[in-house]
């Protein structure tokens, strides 16, 4: 069993930048890919990036390729989402996930977090 806890939403203008935390409980985070989605009002919610357990590898939905960075540090327990130039479109509750692969499907994260929400004015 994984717990999930985010922290780092809030309120920022568009073109600033936020970076969210997920800390995670137990002695198997180690052991899972991570990922963060989003859901924005009205909306399914979407991938955003995903992180292989070793950071190895990364992944991230082409709307946010080159703006968002995921990170990790297992001695922590902690994984990131550096977001930079924010834009208004991005503002959603923010979600980090644990699964066995780190996929883009909802479907395949086992454990979810509460959610932090991410507001971008214009």
């Known amino acids: 069993q994984v717990q999930l806890v985010e922290s780092g939403g809030g309120l920022v203008q568009a073109g600033g930048s936020l970076r969210l935390s997920c800390a995670a409980s137990?002695?198997?985070?180690?052991?899972?890919?991570m990922g963060w989605f989003r859901q924005a009002p009205g909306k399914e919610r979407e991938f955003v990036a995903a992180?292989?357990?070793?950071?190895?590898?990364?992944y991230y939905a082409d709307s946010v390729k080159g703006r968002f960075t995921i990170s990790r540090v297992n001695a922590k327990n902690t994984v990131y989402l550096q977001m930079n130039s924010l834009k208004p479109e991005d503002t959603a509750v923010y979600y980090c996930?644990?699964?066995?692969?780190?996929?883009?499907?909802?479907?395949?994260?086992?454990?979810w977090g509460q959610g932090t929400q991410v507001t971008v004015s214009s």
């Open positions: 992180i292989a357990w070793n950071g190895a590898s990364t």
């Open positions: 996930a644990a699964g066995n692969r780190p996929t883009a499907w909802v479907d395949e994260y086992d454990f």
């Open positions: 137990g002695r198997t985070f180690s052991r899972y890919a």
